[in-house]
């Protein structure tokens, strides 16, 4: 036997394995981060693809963040990470007449809200990525006029469209006489 080694027990246990704690620590990490920023479970039932009403290339969404105006625009892009917390939306809009694009991060804690002020008219997108939008043959253009209704039908304003302006202000009226002549 050799006499310059002697084994010695270990000084303190060996840790036991995470695995048997936690199996899979990042799926726990975002859940507990999905509890905090989404408490409601509102956005993400908003974006999930298992939702048939889920938000889609097309649709025209109102952002309200914490700091600044709300900003809208038609969703060009949405696009899904790894992890669902790093979920974004490429919004396309207009300022001043300049098409102007935002990607917005739903989960950010600067988003206080994300509305669907309109989904796709016509056909559905046979895209996923709008980015040919930005041609002015397809471009959209300015949807504050959309919006701007949306906001004023939920606060319980008049319709658009109810008043009628012009030449045609007034002709229901007009019929009426005319009924009443006869």
């Known amino acids: 036997a050799e006499t310059g080694l002697e084994t010695h027990p270990p000084s303190c246990p060996r840790p036991g394995s ?17 509890r905090v920023l989404d408490p409601t479970g509102a956005r993400t039932r908003l974006f999930s693809p298992d939702n048939p009403e889920r938000v889609k290339p097309g649709d025209i969404l ?37 098409g102007v694009e935002m990607w917005v991060k739903i989960y950010s804690p600067n988003v206080e809200g ?14 996923a990525k709008l980015h040919y939008m930005r041609l002015p043959r397809h471009d959209i253009g300015s949807v504050e006029g959309v919006v701007k209704a949306y906001v004023r039908q939920k606060a319980g304003g008049p319709v658009a469209g109810s008043r ?3 030449r045609d202000a007034g002709s229901q009226s007009k019929k009426s006489n005319k009924k009443g002549r006869n």
């Open 114 to 127: 994300i509305e669907v002020v309109q989904r796709k008219v016509g056909r559905r997108a046979r895209r």
């Open 18 to 34: 995470t695995l048997k704690v936690c199996p899979d620590p990042i799926a726990v990490l975002t859940a507990a981060q999905l």
């Open 62 to 98: 109102l952002v309200r963040h914490k700091s600044g105006d709300p900003w809208s625009g038609v969703v060009l892009n949405i696009r899904r990470r790894h992890s669902p917390i790093d979920t974004a939306v490429l919004l396309r809009g207009q300022l001043t007449r300049v």
């Open 164 to 166: 009628v302006k012009g």
